[in-house]
Structures are given as C-alpha cells and as structure tokens.
C-alpha cells in the first residue's frame, strides 16, 4: 500500500484564523515532506522530516510551522496567512537515508485564504 | 542547486500514438530521476523512475531513457489512452540532497479519442 492521506481535502480560512493541516502515512517511512503547489506550476518543497526531526526548511515564512508528532504523522500548522499563500498543500513521504528512494504523495489539500 | 527544464510544456496526441517528454538537468551529481503524472484534482502520482547506473527502464506502455553524458532523460509513453491525458513531471535528485527533488516545469498531456 503505497497511500498517503491528508485533511481536510478543502480549507477556507481568514488572515487571522489558526488552522493545522494533517497527513498521516502507514508504509514505514521515516521521511515526510510538505509542498506547496500553484495552479500550472510545480511542486515547492517547504519542509522535509527525516526521522521525526526537521531537516530541511527552504525559508519558509514562520506563518507556516511544521510539526512531526511521530513517524506517521506529519502536521502543518497555519496562522496569518495572506491571500498569496493560497495553494494546493501537498504532503509525500520516502524511507530516509543516503540514497533517493521513491517519494509517495498525497491528494493534497486546497487551501484558500479571504 | 540543480535545475530542471521540461519539453514540451503542452503536448496532444491522437488516442494510440505514442508521446515523449523531454528533461534537462544540470548537476551532474544528480542520479535519480522520478516521472509523476497528476491528474486533475489529485496528488502526483509516481508512474516510473531510473537512477543514474541504468539507461533504460521499461513498464509496460511507459519507458523512461537516461543519458548522463548530455545530462538529459525522457519518458515515452507508447499506445496512449485518453485517460493517460494528465499533467507529468519529471524530476531530479542528487544524491547528497537528503532526498529534495527539484521538478521540471510540467507537461501537460492531452489524447484525443
């Protein structure tokens, strides 16, 4: 099984709510990433979790906070969002380590900021 | 950091021809190479992928080639089917990159029944 989830599916917030998106993988993997994507473009890494213990963060905004409860979890917790944040959020998960393996995704959550 | 350039940015094609996507990268220390297809409204989804050890690599109606000295690869898709019209990107990795893929800029696929 080779399936990511992510909540909600759709989110409308406003520039000052607080909200958290969820994605939760049962295939083993100890690596969990979040992207974000704009309509007709490609996928943005923002954060990569190796090991339940952030790895890379490709200076994203501090409005975005990433959290890795445990290794199949991988939470992002969203506040004072501007209308230019509003994308599609995609979360992937790989095994970790220090050969590429394959990266599954999620059917990714469409944010949108009023 | 690695860039990656895709070809062409919008593709159709009669239902059973074959299509090809084209990529560039440039870090030669780059050595996997993934293709994802995105349908509308979903997740990309991981079609095939070849690492820098293997020129070639087939799976059923798609194939994907590597050529490490041009720092190029591509996707083939044979036979296609309408619901093979979608969004594909490819991708590349080196390997001292903990895992970050950088994209190429997409394709989009249409088969016309």
């Known amino acids: 099984d080779t399936e990511v989830t992510q909540t909600p599916k759709h989110l409308v917030m406003g520039m000052t709510n607080k909200k958290s998106l969820k994605c939760e993988q049962h295939m083993g993997h100890r690596a969990m990433y979040w992207y974000k994507q704009k309509a007709k473009k490609p996928p943005e890494l923002m954060f990569v979790y190796s090991y339940e213990k952030l790895s890379i963060n490709e200076s994203v905004p501090s409005r975005f906070s990433p959290e890795c409860p445990n290794s199949s979890l991988l939470n992002l917790h969203l506040h004072a969002l501007q209308p230019e944040d509003s994308a599609l959020y995609l979360c992937?998960?790989?095994?970790?380590?220090?050969?590429?393996?394959?990266?599954?995704f999620g059917p990714g959550t469409r944010l949108t900021v009023t | 950091g690695e860039n990656v350039e895709q070809h062409p940015s919008t593709l159709s094609v009669q239902e059973g021809d074959s299509a090809v996507i084209k990529c560039t990268y440039s870090d030669s220390a780059s050595n996997y190479f993934p293709w994802y297809k995105q349908e509308l409204g979903k997740g990309p989804q991981l079609i095939i992928d070849?690492?820098?050890?293997?020129g070639e690599k087939k799976d059923q109606r798609i194939a994907v080639t590597l050529n490490k000295t041009a720092k190029h690869f591509s996707l083939h898709i044979t036979e296609t089917q309408p619901e093979d019209s979608a969004v594909y990107f490819c991708a590349a990795s080196p390997k001292a990159a903990g895992n970050k893929l950088t994209f190429g800029g997409g394709t989009r696929v249409l088969v016309k029944p």
């Open positions: 070849i690492r820098s050890n293997v």
């Open positions: 992937a998960s790989s095994h970790p380590g220090g050969m590429t393996y394959e990266q599954y």
